[in-house]
Structures are given as structure tokens and as C-alpha cells.
């Protein structure tokens, strides 16, 4: 090998065990170099707002903004270990070693999957409350929402665990030369997470929000035909609150949001086998934890003023988290 040659390598002094440096066109170094790190900084900003806006104030300490709260931290750990993981094994030469590697994939994987668990959780929430708004106070309170949160994120780390087992007993499985850090899986465990991971929770998402749809669309033509009085002496008990109907409204954009940038991935991984082509879809996917608490503040007025009292540093002030911000 010529020195030419050489100086392509991770490990020049290594010959034909390294690996070659990674070639980027320049629409794949942008989303790597700057739109990824943009993305990733911001990620974690806006859920840390989330994440201290919930945990501050008392009167947003409801079962469904603890499954906000929950997805928020999923997203945090995305935007501080999963983008900085993806930037680096991608414009780079991986030299932490395979150890790192797989315990930085495995983590976040953990990451991905909880968010996936959690926007179903946030499906079977929104169907209790307009599907069956007199029993919600009963069936969805805070400890069984918390209950279902550790579950949740015990659950992912099982499943994640069970898929990258032989990754995790042998770090070195999957890669093709020094200075490369990939996550691979045996077939068993590639079609439990497509199964797990994928197919089930879009198929419970699906169905919970489309009977969601169907009885909020019901509701709402009710409203407006019938008169008011009326609605009121007859109806209201059967109905579920107008703020939860903006609610579902509201998660059901979060969860449409996050059905595109998941699914596409998902399918993408099934047939394509360039990682080159499956880094745009990861950025796509990734992309989702930057934009959820986006729309928290465009369609939350409390979250808005949640996030105006802490930029403003105003939850520092005695009694604050008492503040009337609903």
C-alpha cells in the first residue's frame, strides 16, 4: 500500500486492518456538520424547558403531562448521546474503541425505544379521556401513570438488551476493520425489534387515535347542533371537556409528527442496506425530539407562559411554583 493509500486510513501504521476515513459529498456533511449539531443543541434546550416546566410548576403536575415529561427526557438523552453519537461514527474514524461503541448505541437505543412507548402511552391516555371522559380521573391517575412510565423504560432496556445480546457479550461482532463503529444484530433480533419496536406500537397509535378522531368529530358536530342549554343539562356529563378535545387535537399532532419521522426509517431500515442512504433517515427520525416541545409552545399557552418564567428567570422567586400559569 502506497502512502497516498495510507494516508486514507484511521490507522495508517495498521495497513489493511484499518479502516478508510469517510467520504462525505457535501449534502451529507451539511446535515452532519451542521444541521445535526443545530439540531442536537436545540433538542436539548427546548426539552429541558419542558422537563422544568413540568417538574416546577404544580398545576402541570397531570398524568398526561408526566408522559410529556417522560418523553422529554428521552429526548434529552437523544439530543446529548444519540446525535453526538451519529455525528461522530459518521464524519469520522470511531477511535473510543468497541467497547464505547456499543454502549453508546445500546444507550441510545434505550432512548428511541422509550419515546416509541411512550407515544403510546400518550394514544391510550388520549382514548380514555374522550373515549371515556366520566371514568379518566379513575383509570389515569398520576402514580399509575408513573407506574406505567418505569415500566415503560424497564421494558426498553429489556428489549434493547435482548436485541444487541450477542453485540453486548462480543462488542467486536459486525465490524469490518479497525476504526469502525457499527450496531448489528442476528436475524431473531432484527425481526423482534421490527415486530416490537415498530409494527406493534404503530398499529396500537393507529387504531387509538383513529377511534379518538372518529368520537372527538362526533362530539364536536354534537356541540355545535344541539343548543346550548340544552348541552349543558343533558350532555355535558356524557362529553369529554372542550380542553380535552383541544388536547387530543394537540397530542394527536405529536404523535402524526412523529408517525413521519418514524416510520420512514423503520421501513427504510427493512430495505436498504446503505448506511450512507439510513444516516438521512436517522437525521429525519432524530429530528422528531427537536420538534415536539415546538409545538408544546405554539398550541400550550401554559407552556408558553411556563417558558417565558423561566428564560425570564422568574421561577426563581419564592412560592413561583404556586405561579397561575394554566
Not at 456499543?102 to 434505550?110: D, E, K, Q, V, W
Not at 412510565?149 to 435482548?162: D, T
Not at 459486525?174 to 423482534?192: A, F, K, P, W, Y
Request: aromatic share 10%; proline share 4%.
Amino acid at each position: 500500500m502506497d502512502t497516498e493509500d495510507q494516508s486514507d486510513l484511521c490507522f495508517p501504521q495498521l495497513g489493511n486492518i484499518s479502516c478508510r476515513k469517510p467520504m462525505s459529498d457535501w449534502s451529507r456533511s451539511f446535515i452532519l456538520i451542521v444541521l445535526l449539531p443545530t439540531t442536537c443543541i436545540l433538542t436539548v434546550l427546548l426539552n429541558l424547558l419542558v422537563v422544568i416546566s413540568i417538574s416546577h410548576f404544580r398545576r402541570l403536575h397531570t398524568p398526561t403531562n408526566f408522559l410529556l415529561l417522560s418523553l422529554a427526557v428521552s429526548d434529552i438523552l437523544v439530543g446529548l448521546v444519540g446525535m453526538p453519537f451519529m455525528i461522530t461514527k459518521s464524519t469520522s474514524c470511531w477511535l473510543l474503541g468497541d467497547i464505547p461503541c456499543i454502549l453508546l448505541g445500546y444507550l441510545t437505543f434505550i432512548c428511541l425505544s422509550a419515546s416509541v412507548g411512550n407515544m403510546v402511552l400518550i394514544s391510550a391516555d388520549r382514548f380514555v379521556a374522550i373515549c371515556d371522559p366520566l371514568h379518566y380521573t379513575v383509570k389515569v391517575t398520576v402514580k399509575k401513570i408513573q407506574v406505567c412510565i418505569c415500566i415503560c423504560w424497564s421494558a426498553s432496556v429489556i428489549h434493547c438488551g435482548i436485541v444487541l445480546k450477542d453485540k453486548l457479550a462480543h462488542p467486536e461482532t459486525g465490524n469490518t476493520c479497525l476504526g469502525e463503529c457499527v450496531r448489528s444484530t442476528d436475524i431473531i433480533g432484527g425481526i423482534l425489534d421490527v415486530i416490537v419496536n415498530f409494527l406493534i406500537p404503530l398499529g396500537v397509535i393507529v387504531i387509538l387515535y383513529t377511534r379518538v378522531f372518529v368520537v372527538a368529530v362526533s362530539q364536536a358536530r354534537a356541540m355545535r347542533s344541539h343548543d346550548k342549554c340544552v348541552k349543558v343539562q343533558h350532555s355535558a356529563p356524557f362529553r369529554a371537556k372542550k380542553s380535552e378535545l383541544k388536547a387530543a387535537k394537540t397530542l394527536g399532532i405529536v404523535v402524526l409528527i412523529f408517525l413521519m419521522c418514524f416510520c420512514p426509517y423503520n421501513i427504510a431500515s427493512l430495505i436498504v442496506y446503505n448506511e450512507n442512504v439510513m444516516n438521512y433517515f436517522a437525521y429525519f427520525y432524530s429530528l422528531n425530539s427537536c420538534l415536539n416541545p415546538l409545538i408544546y409552545a405554539v398550541f400550550y399557552p401554559c407552556f408558553r407562559r411556563a417558558f417565558k418564567h423561566i428564560v425570564t428567570l422568574r421561577v426563581l422567586q419564592p412560592g413561583s411554583s404556586d405561579t397561575h400559569i394554566l
